[in-house]
């Protein structure tokens, strides 16, 4: 089953000669439960792709398809519903809020909808990620590791269709880099979830079934590893 499927993807920023495009046709597509590196330099595009995946931006043209859902079909409100409910965002920097305890970050997606977590869930994701003993710490009483973490564990709460990790290493040093790409498989082996990774490492990339290589704005090579 296809979990993404992005056509003729294209953004351009800018008007007339200051036009820069961004992100030049592309089409991927990523099925269930696969684990996929987005790799590539800086400005050669990859974050741009992971904004409009996350429905933070619309592509100047083209069509992205999330779990069924065209997202050109929604306005901003819906947007924000559907990158709640069904994209989980992780970023390098972990958004955490530093008054809440980690149990009340990790809910925070469902407690804005008003919904009851799944307590064995809950306690699968939080047991798999290695924060059960931390729940009720604030999150300036943890690592950077553990919070990065925490940052995870919320963006899995939902069990969105597509988990979407932004250079999620990019803050932490190797042993804690290790350690969180550990988890990371962990959570696309034992949940089912179907991420996709952006990174510059080489290592982190190929720790992918699948890592796919953007150069200006294009698919320039899409390796099956497994």
């Not at 008007?15 to 800086?42: C, H, M, P, Y």
């Not at 429905?55 to 924000?80: F, Y």
């Not at 300036?140 to 553990?146: R, T, V």
């Not at 932004?166 to 696309?188: A, F, R, Y």
């Amino acid at each position: 089953m296809d979990i993404l499927v992005c056509e003729k993807v294209r953004k351009v920023y800018g008007f007339g000669n200051n036009q820069v495009t961004a992100l030049d046709g592309i089409d991927l597509t990523v099925r269930k439960g696969e684990f996929v590196a987005i790799v590539g330099a800086s400005g050669s595009g990859k974050s741009t792709l992971l904004h409009i995946l996350g429905s933070v931006e619309k592509p100047t043209s083209g069509k992205v398809t999330i779990d069924g859902t065209d997202l050109s079909r929604l306005n901003q409100t819906q947007a924000a519903i559907f990158r709640r409910r069904k994209v989980g965002l992780v970023y390098q920097f972990y958004n955490l809020i530093p008054t809440l305890t980690v149990r009340k970050n990790i809910l925070m997606p469902l407690a804005l909808d008003k919904k009851k977590p799944n307590k064995d869930y809950f306690e699968k994701v939080v047991h798999s990620l290695g924060i059960s003993d931390k729940l009720e710490f604030l999150p300036n009483q943890l690592s950077g590791g553990q919070q990065q973490r925490v940052a995870i564990a919320r963006s899995l709460i939902y069990r969105p269709a597509l988990l979407l990790a932004d250079e999620p290493t990019g803050n932490l040093d190797q042993k804690n880099t290790k350690e969180l790409i550990d988890m990371v498989k962990l959570s696309n082996r034992n949940l089912g979830q179907t991420i996709l990774l952006i990174t510059h490492d080489e290592k982190v990339a190929l720790e992918a079934d699948r890592i796919i290589t953007i150069e200006d704005g294009a698919i320039k090579s899409d390796e099956c590893r497994r």
